[in-house]
């Protein structure tokens, strides 16, 4: 009941943010199980184009959007997902998000993967403590928009 009475408490504009957020990411985070990695790539692209009828919403309101969606998604979200729907909120404001995705060896020797967004030089979304043990992988066609 609380969440409910915060949402409702929160100005229009941002309450229409993380309600579009918190259905961008379960639906992300829908398509990374059924689908395959491109074909969801290639969904996403469909909405990645500039919308000028949105405000200009700030980059640390869609980083408290994504925050706080994914912490009522069931099962939360993995960086993948939120870095996917970050990058879509993102190239719908007309920034220019970067999808980066590193991968990196543990000390047992298991690959690990990590996916964040930057912008500008700037991690926008899944900056860890230590991000710099990944080794980013090259860019796929549509890292930046």
């Known amino acids: 009941m609380k969440p409910l009475l915060k949402l409702l408490h929160l100005n229009n504009s941002d309450r229409?943010?993380?309600i579009n957020t918190f259905m961008l990411?379960?639906?992300v985070k829908l398509g990374l199980w059924l689908l395959p990695f491109q074909t969801l790539?290639?969904?996403i692209a469909n909405f990645n184009q500039p919308n000028p009828k949105l405000d200009q919403t700030s980059l640390s309101k869609i980083i408290w959007a994504v925050n706080v969606?994914?912490?009522y998604i069931p099962?939360?979200?993995m960086c993948?997902?939120?870095a996917l729907t970050c990058q879509v909120l993102m190239s719908r404001r007309s920034y220019s998000p970067e999808l980066c995705i590193g991968v990196a060896k543990?000390?047992?020797g298991k690959l690990e993967a990590h996916a964040w967004v930057e912008s500008q030089g700037q991690i926008i979304v899944g900056d860890l403590t230590d991000l710099g043990?990944?080794?980013r992988l090259p860019y796929l066609p549509g890292n930046r928009l």
Do not use: C
């Open 75 to 77: 099962s939360g979200a």
């Open 69 to 71: 969606s994914t912490r």
């Open 41 to 43: 790539r290639q969904v």
């Open 106 to 108: 543990t000390d047992k």
């Open 80 to 82: 993948l997902a939120r």
């Open 25 to 27: 990411l379960g639906l």
């Open 16 to 18: 229409h943010l993380l």
């Open 133 to 135: 043990r990944f080794t």
